[in-house]
């Protein structure tokens, strides 16, 4: 079995868009849109502008985004501090707790699982590999793959945490983020090279990402691993960024193959995109 060490690689559908700083009514008796419990729609709003702060933020930098009163927001941040879901830092500044961490691991691992039918009929229809990865901060997490039934196939561990600069799954990711971000990325992670093809450049990168979203879709060529390519898409309208990938020795990801394969991911993704949505609709 020939084995590849792939470094794979935050884009939520946030009802109000990702990194918004759209100002919330302040009318406390104000009922929240589709019935739900307003208190518990704010807390989970402060959370996801805290990820999306990088983590850890004042009060006023949330009084700011959030429209909302400072009594609230201190309100709400006491209750998740108590719950364990937020930190108060010596600072004073809030920081993401560590029950969340347990929270998010359960969910990526429900999420390989609801993603397997679609990895399997991906090794069906291409005969390779095929992966799925979520981005988890500066670097993509594996939570699923189904193995291709060649002898020679490509492995990666489930669970496995990588960088995202040398692979398809990671350049799937990345192409969807604004490219100060990106350029930031890298500048924490840095860019080691995996082979003599891994891009080591932040300029080439962007020209890289910039190609797949022209094209729609992202290749790794031999750049994690010699004799290795890599064919990957982002997972439309995810609740975290995701990917879907196969990955094959290169004498069979071939060009002409590549031509082959791009449709059958781009129509996965797009149904496991569906299916995704269909979990959390209509829960009462």
């Known amino acids: 079995m020939m ?19 759209v100002p919330r009514s302040t009318d406390e008796s104000r009922p929240p849109a589709g019935g739900g419990v307003q208190s518990l ?25 959030s429209g909302l009163p400072l009594p609230t927001i201190h309100r709400l941040m006491r209750t998740l501090v108590a719950a364990g879901y937020v930190r108060q830092q010596p600072n004073r500044r809030y920081a ?12 990526s691992r429900l999420l390989g699982t609801w993603a397997r039918p ?11 590999t095929a992966n799925m990865a979520l981005l988890d901060g500066d670097e993509a997490v594996y939570v699923a793959q189904v193995p291709s039934r060649h002898s020679m196939r490509m492995f990666t561990e489930v669970g496995r945490r990588v960088l995202p600069h040398s692979t398809g799954v990671g350049k799937a990711l990345l192409a969807h983020l604004p490219d100060e971000e990106v350029r930031a990325l890298l500048a924490r992670t840095g860019m080691p090279a995996a082979t003599e093809r891994t891009i080591t450049s932040p300029d080439a990168f962007l020209k890289a990402l910039a190609a797949v979203r022209a094209d729609g ?8 691993e010699m004799g290795v390519r890599c064919l990957a898409v982002a997972v439309p309208d995810a609740p975290t960024a995701a990917a879907v990938s196969i990955s094959g020795p290169a ?33 009462d």
Do not use: C, W
Not at 11 to 21: E, I, Q, T, V
Not at 271 to 281: I, P, Q
């Open 3 to 21: 084995k590849a060490g792939f470094r794979a690689d935050k884009l939520r559908s946030h009802p109000y868009g990702r990194n918004a700083n």
């Open 41 to 65: 729609e704010r807390a989970f709003d402060l959370l996801e502008r805290m990820a999306d702060a990088g983590g850890e933020v004042g009060l006023s930098e949330l009084a700011g985004s």
């Open 96 to 107: 993401l707790g560590p029950r969340l961490i347990r929270l998010g691991e359960s969910a």
């Open 118 to 128: 679609q990895l399997a009929r991906l090794v069906e229809e291409t005969g390779e």
């Open 217 to 224: 879709y992202a290749v790794d060529d031999n750049e994690q």
């Open 251 to 283: 004498g069979r990801v071939t060009e002409a193959a590549t031509e082959r394969i791009v449709p059958v991911l781009q129509e996965v993704a797009r149904e496991l995109s569906a299916a995704l949505a269909d979990t959390g609709a209509g829960a």
